[in-house]
């Protein structure tokens, strides 16, 4: 069963940083693209960046290029989110989800990241 | 950018009913257009991807279809069960989600 779990997420300041993970299990992690996706409190979905399975293709929103930054630990079945100068509308729960039939086959339960002073 | 508008943005219907949501791209999106179910407070899953292709274990009252710019998710009898937000997201340039269907029991 493909499973996705989600950490890291909590209260910041604006202007500070935050890194997230996605811990991976029930496939073969090193061979799919991932992706982070977020949804703001009541609000609609957001794909934030894209990681291809060797971190060879990586792909940002507009609203986070230059601030955020994917990568992965293929040996550890975990994929990051550095996210940096964080500002209050980056408030979101944050999924991971992974490619599959499409982009977006499975995804973890999230988790919240509030950003205020 | 391509912009996706769902419609409706909330619909009430009765169990056994047969409900349409509707998406449309601004742009030709091809067939590169999927369906997602979010139940409160829970992740979204994936329903159909392709326009009409169903996602394993979904339920066959589900379905998908259109082309091009306009596309059509089917519940052609509703259950309890299938109270939900519904999201279409296009994968054909970028990555663009639509703003969602509130689906309520009547």
């Known amino acids: 069963e493909v499973q996705l779990v989600e950490s890291g997420g909590g209260l910041v300041q604006p202007g500070r940083s935050l890194k997230l993970s996605c811990v991976a299990s029930g496939f073969t992690f090193s061979n799919y693209g991932m992706n982070w996706i977020r949804q703001a409190p009541g609000k609609g979905l957001e794909w934030v960046a894209y990681i291809s399975s060797g971190s060879s293709y990586i792909y940002y929103a507009e609203t986070v290029k230059g601030r955020f930054t994917i990568s992965r630990d293929n040996a550890k079945n975990t994929l990051y989110l550095q ?21 977006f086959a499975y995804w973890g339960q999230g988790t919240l990241v509030t950003v205020s002073s | 950018d391509i912009q996706m508008t769902q419609s409706p943005s909330f619909l009430s219907a009765s169990v056994g009913d047969r409900v349409t949501i509707n998406c449309k791209a601004s742009q030709n999106i091809n067939k590169y257009l999927d369906w997602y179910q979010q139940k409160l407070g829970e992740a979204p899953k994936l329903l159909i991807y392709n326009t009409n292709s169903l996602h394993t274990a979904i339920p066959s009252r589900f379905s998908g ?10 519940i052609s009898s509703l259950q309890p069960e299938d109270v939900a937000t519904y999201f279409c997201f296009q994968h054909n340039s970028g990555w663009t989600f639509g703003g969602g269907t509130k689906l309520e029991l009547k």
């Open chain 1, 83 to 103: 996210m940096t100068s964080l500002r209050s509308e980056d408030t979101a729960l944050y999924y991971c989800a992974r490619r599959g039939v499409t982009w």
């Open chain 2, 65 to 74: 279809s259109g082309s091009g710019t306009d596309f059509t998710l089917t």
